[in-house]
C-alpha cells in the first residue's frame, strides 16, 4: 500500500521553509516536530516553578510555552499554512504577554481590563497581518511581526531599568537573550540551508536545535520575571 500524505497534499502549504524536508507520512518533519516537546517539558517546569504563584499573571508563561510546543508540533507535523498560523500566532502570545508585563511595570495602574484589551488587539492585529500579507519581499511576514514584538519587548525593558528605583538583576535575562541570540543565529543557517546536512536532518537540524535552545531560554525568562513579584509596585498582577 502506498504510504498516505494525509496532510499537506489537502491543505494550504505554508509560505516558509526549512532545511528538514517533508516525508510522506503522518509525521511530515520528525526532527522539527518532535523537537517541540522541550517547550512542553520547560512549560511544565515553569508550572512547577510557579505553583506558588498563581495569583500573578507571571503563571500563564507556563501554559503559553506548553502551547507554543503544541502548536509548533502541529505545525511541523502537518506543514500546512493553517499550522503554520497556530505556530506564530503562539509565539505572539508569548511576545505579547512580555510586553503586557513590562507595561504593568512601567505603569503599574494599568487596570486589568485595559491590559485584556491591548493584548487582544495586539494578537488580532499580528495574526490579521501573517494573513493578509503572508510574505514580504519571499520571507515570511509574521516572523517579521514577532521580532518587532520582541524589540518593543526589550525596549519597554530598558526604559523600567531607567525608571527602576533599585537596580534589579540582571543575570537570568542575560542568559536568555544569549541563549534566544545563538538559537536565532542557527535558525538562519537552518533556513538558508548553510547548515542542511542530509544525514541528520530527520534527526537533528538547526530549526530543531533552535526549539530545544529558546525553549531553555523561556526559563531564564521566567526567572529574571519572577523577582519582581516581591515588589507590589512591579508586579503584574
Known amino acids: 500500500m502506498a504510504p498516505l500524505c494525509p496532510y499537506y497534499a489537502q491543505f494550504a502549504a505554508p509560505v516558509i521553509k526549512f532545511c528538514e524536508p517533508n516525508l510522506c507520512a503522518r509525521i511530515v518533519q520528525p526532527a522539527n516536530t518532535w523537537s517541540n516537546l522541550a517547550f512542553i517539558a520547560v512549560g511544565i517546569i515553569i508550572l512547577f516553578l510557579g505553583h506558588k504563584n498563581k495569583k500573578t499573571m507571571l503563571w500563564w508563561l507556563g501554559p503559553i510555552t506548553i502551547l507554543i510546543g503544541v502548536f509548533s508540533f502541529a505545525y511541523h507535523a502537518s506543514y500546512t499554512f493553517v499550522g503554520q498560523m497556530l505556530d506564530l ?95 536565532a543565529v542557527i535558525w538562519m543557517f537552518d533556513y538558508t540551508h548553510v547548515w542542511c546536512n542530509a544525514s541528520t536532518f530527520h534527526y537533528l537540524n538547526g530549526h530543531a536545535l533552535w526549539h530545544i535552545l529558546t525553549a531553555v531560554s523561556f526559563i531564564f525568562v521566567y526567572l529574571f520575571y519572577r523577582q519582581f513579584t516581591d515588589n507590589p509596585g512591579a508586579n503584574p498582577n
Not at 103 to 121: D, E, G, H, T, V
Not at 132 to 154: H, P
Open 89 to 183: 500566532g503562539s509565539m505572539f502570545l508569548f511576545a505579547t504577554f512580555l510586553l503586557i508585563i513590562n507595561l504593568r511595570r512601567i505603569k503599574p495602574a494599568l487596570s486589568n481590563s485595559a491590559a485584556a484589551w491591548i493584548f487582544s488587539l495586539v494578537n488580532l492585529f499580528c495574526l490579521l497581518t501573517m494573513y493578509v500579507v503572508r510574505t514580504m519581499k519571499g520571507f515570511n511576514v509574521g516572523i517579521l511581526v514577532f521580532g518587532i514584538e520582541l524589540a518593543v519587548v526589550l525596549g519597554l525593558e530598558c526604559l523600567a531599568w531607567s525608571r527602576a528605583n533599585s537596580r534589579f538583576r540582571l543575570g537570568n535575562i542575560l542568559t536568555a537573550l544569549l541563549l534566544a541570540a545563538v538559537a
